[in-house]
């Protein structure tokens, strides 16, 4: 039990340090220029950004119940996989279309080993 435990926190802290950070860049040319790359609106940049932000924090935070938190791993679940086929169908099968599910991976574990700890089903 205590190795499951460290997989989730190692896996979900890991989400949280490469989700929660980006809120803080979204308005930079970087950013913005990936959105236009996608030929995403702006407004989605924003909505997603500031959504997925949110989602990492309820990960993150203990005492948010496990109805709030399947669904926090499904929005960010279907954040990557989205991520994923826009980048394939826009730039094609690169090494960098790949990050999104190396994303959903770290997050497989961290929803695995959540239920594993808390019994949810």
Known sequence: MKSVK???WISTILIGLFIIPGVFFLN???ALEGTKHLELPLWFH???GILKA???LVLLLPFVGNRIKEWAYFGLFLDALSAFFALAWVDGMKGATFFP???FMILAISYWSHHKLN???
């Open 46 to 48: 924003w909505e997603l």
């Open 119 to 121: 019994k949810v089903f």
């Open 6 to 8: 460290i997989m989730f």
């Open 54 to 56: 949110i989602g990492a």
């Open 28 to 30: 930079t040319p970087f």
């Open 101 to 103: 599910l190396v994303i």
